[in-house]
């Protein structure tokens, strides 16, 4: 890549930290480092790469779009992932949040329910060389079931209301972020499971398209 542009990545990259993230109150020094170091240019289609660091959702393709840096940022501080534990992402988007998991966590599990998006973001993961610890599967979140329980979760789209089903992903003391409710007034919420009860913590208002089978019911009114 020409050195020119690379620079401007870098710059870029660093005015996405300083004027983005750390005013939105991301002050975790290791989420900070992460977002400094990433190349987030390497996970958005060739298109969109001069956008990488704007404040933007941007399109990834089949009317999917990626996360604004700064909400990355509020869930990786609101994870708050350690080196020991295990992570599930539902919704690998480019694979850019999986990658800054995978760089906080010990291993990071990828639920994606559209096989092209699964496919695209396991490349982009490979060509910067951070699927290390990060595998991709090719599933459904409403409907995926396992034995294994994880120390944190995350649901890059949004739920009318949280399923059930998505508590029973976390072990012991984990915690799942999720953004629930209804548009103009969604709200991203920390669930953590404390001696088997959940504890709901609401964190900020935004809004994101809904995960695929958990918007609500069409109202009609006569």
């Given at each position: 890549?020409?050195?020119?542009?690379?620079?401007?990545?870098?710059?870029?990259?660093?005015?996405?930290?300083?004027?983005?993230?750390?005013?939105?109150?991301?002050?975790?020094?290791?989420?900070?480092?992460?977002?400094?170091?990433?190349?987030?240019?390497?996970?958005?289609?060739?298109?969109?790469?001069?956008?990488?660091?704007?404040?933007?959702?941007?399109?990834?393709?089949?009317?999917?779009?990626?996360?604004?840096?700064?909400?990355?940022?509020?869930?990786?501080?609101?994870?708050?992932?350690?080196?020991?534990?295990?992570?599930?992402?539902a919704g690998a988007g480019g694979g850019y949040l999986a990658a800054c998991l995978?760089?906080?966590?010990?291993?990071?599990?990828?639920?994606?329910?559209?096989?092209?998006?699964?496919?695209?973001?396991?490349?982009?993961?490979?060509?910067?060389?951070?699927?290390?610890?990060?595998?991709?599967?090719?599933?459904?979140?409403?409907?995926?079931?396992?034995?294994?329980?994880?120390?944190?979760?995350?649901?890059?789209?949004?739920?009318?209301?949280?399923?059930?089903?998505?508590?029973?992903?976390?072990?012991?003391?984990?915690?799942?972020?999720?953004?629930?409710?209804?548009?103009?007034?969604?709200?991203?919420?920390?669930?953590?499971?404390?001696?088997?009860?959940?504890?709901?913590?609401?964190?900020?208002?935004?809004?994101?398209?809904?995960?695929?089978?958990?918007?609500?019911?069409?109202?009609?009114?006569?």
């Amino acid at each position: 890549m020409n050195a020119s542009i690379r620079l401007d990545f870098d710059q870029a990259r660093e005015a996405m930290v300083e004027q983005q993230i750390r005013p939105w109150d991301v002050l975790d020094t290791r989420v900070l480092e992460v977002l400094a170091q990433l190349p987030r240019e390497a996970f958005v289609p060739a298109a969109y790469r001069a956008l990488a660091y704007a404040d933007l959702a941007l399109p990834l393709g089949n009317g999917t779009q990626t996360l604004k840096p700064v909400l990355e940022g509020r869930i990786l501080q609101a994870l708050a992932p350690q080196p020991h534990e295990a992570v599930l992402l539902a919704g690998a988007g480019g694979g850019y949040l999986a990658a800054c998991l995978g760089r906080l966590a010990r291993e990071v599990l990828v639920l994606e329910a559209d096989p092209g998006l699964a496919d695209a973001a396991r490349a982009n993961l490979a060509a910067a060389g951070l699927d290390g610890n990060v595998r991709i599967e090719h599933a459904d979140p409403l409907h995926w079931r396992s034995e294994r329980r994880f120390d944190a979760a995350c649901v890059t789209a949004a739920v009318d209301s949280v399923p059930p089903a998505f508590l029973d992903w976390l072990a012991p003391g984990g915690r799942l972020f999720v953004v629930r409710g209804r548009a103009p007034a969604m709200e991203a919420v920390l669930v953590r499971n404390e001696a088997g009860a959940a504890r709901i913590e609401s964190l900020f208002e935004t809004e994101l398209p809904y995960l695929a089978g958990a918007a609500p019911a069409p109202h009609f009114q006569l």
